[in-house]
């Protein structure tokens, strides 16, 4: 139980173009999503927190508008990386937060601008 | 803010020798989780185990066991019988009273056949 799906698995897009990331959860009701980014060989550096049917909430020093998050339903939660630079490419990792203390994490996303 | 440290970037051990992994962490909070998460090359988080700062028994998972000292906010992971599937990047990790899980940067675990 308790599986997040995240998709894509990877994806290579054009500098300047928007990508879309999705983390379902499968066989829970997820009201909190955490996404994180993880650069080659480093830890995972949280982005944010997304609630059910309310604005996310950004940690310092990561642009809002640049990652959008939406958290519309109990089961989807999405990130998309507008306007995106090379610098943005990295591995985005979502963990949905379930019971007290259960988390759950999605396979992630490579991200790759050319 | 809380911090998690993991001083030992990398470490080696040989195949069913027993290795054990440093994590220290500061917080002002009383009651909080720790958890250690093992990264393998597919990049999938898993759970290895979890220990909860007011039990003062040290959880254990089979081969894994921790270390638990609250008043040194110390959280180190012993692996027994080390497995060349044990091979990974293992994160200590630290949940306060806002759900969050902050990770440390991690420590690349090698198995010695």
């Known amino acids: 139980g308790a599986v997040v799906s995240q998709h894509p698995s990877w994806v290579i897009c054009k500098s300047g173009t928007s990508v879309k990331i999705e983390c379902r959860s499968l066989d829970f009701q997820a009201t909190t999503m955490f996404w994180y980014r993880q650069f080659p060989k480093q830890s995972l550096m949280l982005m944010a927190t997304?609630?059910?049917?309310?604005?996310?909430?950004?940690e310092q020093g990561v642009e809002k508008d640049k990652f959008l998050i939406n958290h519309a339903s109990l089961t989807l939660s999405t990130l998309t990386v507008t306007s995106a630079h090379p610098e943005d490419s990295s591995f985005y990792i979502c963990?949905?937060?379930?019971?007290?203390?259960?988390?759950?994490f999605g396979s992630g996303t490579r991200l790759t601008v050319v | 803010a809380q911090t998690v440290t993991q001083s030992q970037p990398e470490m080696s051990v040989q195949e069913a020798e027993t290795v054990t992994l440093s994590c220290t962490y500061d917080t002002s909070e009383s009651d909080y989780y720790l958890f250690w998460y093992k990264q393998p090359p597919s990049r999938q988080m898993i759970l290895v185990i979890r220990q909860e700062a007011y039990k003062q028994q040290n959880a254990t998972e089979n081969r894994f066991s921790v270390n638990f000292q609250k008043a040194a906010k110390s959280f180190s992971l012993k692996i027994s019988d080390s497995q060349l599937g044990d091979a990974a990047m293992y994160f200590c990790?630290?949940?306060?009273?806002?759900?969050?899980?902050?990770f440390g940067k991690g420590t690349r675990l090698h198995i010695l056949p």
């Open positions: 990790a630290y949940r306060g009273w806002d759900d969050k899980i902050i």
């Open positions: 997304s609630n059910e049917g309310s604005k996310a909430t950004y």
């Open positions: 963990s949905a937060h379930f019971g007290s203390v259960g988390y759950t």
